[in-house]
T-cell receptor, first 115, second 114 residues
Framework: EAEVAQSPRYKITEKSQAVAFWCDPISGHATLYWYRQILGQGPELLVQFQDESVVDDSQLPKDRFSAERLKGVDSTLKIQPAELGDSAMYLC?????????????FGPGTRLTVL | AQSVAQPEDQVNVAEGNPLTVKCTYSVSGNPYLFWYVQYPNRGLQFLLKYITGDNLVKGSYGFEAEFNKSQTSFHLKKPSALVSDSALYFCAVRAPSGNTPLVFGKGTRLSVIA
């Protein structure tokens, strides 16, 4: 069964450092999502891509976060500089299209700890 | 804006007993509703969804959910719980119009005791 791949699985960094996370969606899925899940909370959408275009980045803290999906396949989420409050699980998901009825399939996540 | 409430942080049930994990939602128009399960240090796994049609939706691992429009609820159920069902369960809702995000509840931790 095809899965969403993410790396690294765990990342520990010091505040003010830069970090980057990588996601490879299920093959053929046009839509890619990045979520942030704070401990004890549900995931919250950071950014949505349709192919290589950003569809929704309204909740992305653009002063420090950036995301790209240059060839419309895999994607990178970057934080620079990292802050203590960025400690969370970062989840990537993909779906065949971007429709509201589409099921989103999630990767295993990257657990970020900022010291 | 749409929202989801999962009123119970924790649900405990004995193995073999039926289980229910509650979810209520708020959205303009007819909702699209989803249930996901999360095991420790893992991503979310899709269980089932309601889009339209029959109010009782059957999903993976013997789970089902009932859509109740008048009560704006979408409770997750299973007739006989297994210890391996112990995990964190998330309800999510998406509005039918426009490119609105999938909004998750805070999650309910299910503990099935042998």
């Amino acid at each position: 069964e095809a899965e969403v791949a993410q790396s690294p699985r765990y990342k520990i960094t010091e505040k003010s450092q830069a970090v980057a996370f990588w996601c490879d969606p299920i093959s053929g899925h046009a839509t890619l999502y990045w979520y942030r899940q704070i401990l004890g909370q549900g995931p919250e959408l950071l950014v949505q891509f349709q192919d290589e275009s950003v569809v929704d980045d309204s909740q992305l803290p653009k002063d420090r976060f950036s995301a790209e999906r240059l060839k419309g396949v895999d994607s990178t989420l970057k934080i620079q500089p990292a802050e203590l409050g960025d400690s969370a699980m970062y989840l990537c998901a993909s779906s065949p299209g971007g429709g509201s009825t589409d099921t989103q399939y999630f990767g295993p996540g990257t657990r970020l700890t900022v010291l | 804006a749409q929202s989801v409430a999962q009123p119970e942080d924790q649900v405990n049930v004995a193995e073999g007993n039926p289980l229910t994990v509650k979810c209520t939602y708020s959205v303009s128009g007819n909702p699209y509703l989803f249930w996901y399960v999360q095991y420790p240090n893992r991503g979310l796994q899709f269980l089932l969804k309601y889009i339209t049609g029959d109010n009782l939706v059957k999903g993976s691992y013997g789970f089902e959910a009932e859509f109740n429009k008048s009560q704006t609820s979408f409770h997750l159920k299973k007739p006989s719980a297994l210890v391996s069902d112990s995990a964190l369960y998330f309800c999510a809702v998406r509005a039918p119009s426009g490119n609105t995000p999938l909004v998750f509840g805070k999650g309910t931790r299910l503990s099935v005791i042998a």
